[in-house]
Structures are given as C-alpha cells and as structure tokens.
C-alpha cells in the first residue's frame, strides 16, 4: 500500500441497507478525515479522528458513523442507508489534526436506491 | 456562518495567465488552502498560505490578504493538463477545512 485506499471504488445500494466504506492508510498520520463531495457544493467534514481511539463529528454526522481502532484504518459506516446519502466519498488524512496538508485517497462512489 | 466564495467556472487559453479568486467568512482562520482536483479524481495539494503575501511553487502562486478574507491562485504557461477544478479552503479555528465548491477551469488551445 503507498499513500491512502478506500474500497469500493463503487457501489449501488438499496435504501435502508447497512454499508461500511473502509479507509486504510499507510503513512502513520495522526488525523484522518470522511467528506462527502456532492456536485455544486464544496466538500463536507462528515466525521474526523484526531489520533486512535478518538473521533469527531464534523458539518454533516447525521446517519453516519465512524471508529478508529488503530492508527492506520478508518471505516465509515452508513447504518441504514437513504437516496440523499448518494454521494462521492473521500477520506483522508493528515499527520497531525493541525494545519498540515490533507492527503485523499481516490474516493468511493455510492448509490442509494 | 462560513461562507467561502470562488467562482463556479472559468475558461483560459493554453500559454496564458489565469487568475482564481476566493474569498472567505469563517471563525478563526489556521490557513487558506488550496487543492486541484480532476475530474473523477482525489483533490490533490497545491498550497497552503498562513501569512499574508505571495508563496510562488513554479508556474502556480498563491496570494493571501487576512484583513480582507481573500486569496487567490494565479496558474502562469497554462497547459492542457491544468484543466481541473481548483478547490479553495480555509481552516476554521477547529483546525477543519471549510471548503468552498470549487472553481472548473476550462483551457482552450
């Protein structure tokens, strides 16, 4: 692994499903981050973890929840999804929770039916 | 509230010079931020200017004026490759980004 994953690449979920989008990264940064990306608007702070163990809500938490067991993985997980949470997802992460430059991994597109 | 205002999109001509605005209203400021991103791709890190003045990085500089809430990205020698969108975003007294929606650079040859 160089850098930061995400998996799925993609994926088309029906309403009401439970779906966990997973996050790994490889450079034993501190923070890491879940936005959302939505067409004409900027991209959102779903939920933050500054270090392991911790974790933030951010603009946008409603029907989103996240863990940080370890320093290198943060999964995202929509417990029961809705067509408003269809969306491109990026997580990212930083080497600490201050103004250091956010690095993303290549994003996951979901679809809610 | 937080507020960060770029344009929605801009076109320019290969081998020219192109300005992007951005102006912002957050609680506190830690830094103005600046991402490209492809289309269907990662926003990727191009600046990060915390003081006020010019931070040139090759072809691409940044401007920052804090009394003024606004920065701006001036991209010289324009080349294909440069068509993207140009993210902008400050970082709130949370140390979190507010991001602005992003400007689409459109490069004609």
């Known amino acids: 692994i160089a850098g930061i994953t995400q998996a799925p690449t993609s994926q088309i979920l029906a309403a009401g499903r439970r779906m966990t989008l997973r996050c790994t990264q490889d450079?034993?940064?501190?923070?890491m981050y879940w936005y959302r990306q939505d067409l004409g608007l900027g991209l959102r702070l779903i939920h933050y973890s500054n270090t392991a163990g911790t974790t933030g809500k951010g603009e946008v938490p409603d029907g989103y929840s996240v863990s940080r067991a370890n320093t290198d993985d943060f999964p995202l997980t929509l417990a029961s999804a809705v067509p408003s949470q269809t969306s491109v997802y990026f997580c990212?992460?930083?080497?600490?929770?201050?103004?250091?430059?956010?690095?993303f991994g290549p994003g996951t597109r979901l679809t809610v039916l | 509230g937080q507020n960060i205002d770029q344009p929605t999109e801009m076109t320019a001509t290969e081998g020219a010079i192109v300005q992007i605005n951005c102006t912002y209203q957050?609680?506190?400021?830690?830094?103005l931020f600046w991402y490209q991103q492809h289309a269907g791709e990662a926003p990727t890190f191009l600046s990060y200017?915390?003081l006020d003045g010019l931070e040139e990085k090759g072809r691409f500089s940044s401007f920052l004026s804090r009394s003024k809430g606004y920065s701006y990205l001036l991209l010289k020698e324009l080349q294909m490759k440069d068509s993207a969108s140009y993210l902008c975003a400050n970082m709130d007294s949370n140390y979190q980004l507010i991001w602005g929606a992003g400007t689409k650079l459109i490069i004609k040859p």
């Open positions: 990212a992460s930083s080497a600490s929770g201050d103004s250091d430059e956010q690095f």
């Open positions: 450079m034993r940064h501190n923070a």
């Open positions: 200017n915390v």
């Open positions: 957050t609680s506190g400021f830690n830094g």
